[in-house]
Nanobody
């Protein structure tokens, strides 16, 4: 599976963005998927994850209540709706496919990664 992330951009604090990540090739519809981000000068960190059927989701504390992860299994796509963006959300955002079916916040659980999309939030 190759992953293509899109939807990043430059916005003002308080704005919204919706990231998309579509898989090509082998389907990932039976795998958990996740979003991670890497702020400038920092390590990659977990953002959100979703189980294979969307029944279980988990979020980093820093984005709870503002971000929503969802997926369309038929389209092999996972989304990240980001509302009330803050300057600290500035990062390169990566989507990933998990080894298993469940949601996971652990990078080691993911076997395939997208190329990243830049999100810049100005205050």
């Amino acid at each position: 599976v190759q992953l293509q992330a899109s939807g990043g951009g430059s916005v003002q604090a308080g704005d919204s963005l919706r990231l998309s990540c579509t898989g090509s090739g082998r389907t990932s519809s039976n795998n958990g998927m996740g979003w991670f981000r890497q702020p400038p000068g920092k390590e990659r960190e977990f953002v959100a994850a979703i189980s294979w059927n969307g029944g279980d989701t988990r979020y980093a504390d820093s984005v709870k209540g503002r971000f929503t992860i969802s997926r369309d299994r038929a389209e092999n796509t996972v989304y990240l709706q980001m509302n009330s963006l803050k300057s600290e959300d500035t990062a390169v955002y990566y989507c990933a496919v998990a080894r298993g079916a469940s949601s996971s916040s652990t990078p080691a659980s993911y076997t395939r990664w997208g190329q990243g999309t830049q999100v810049t939030v100005s205050s």
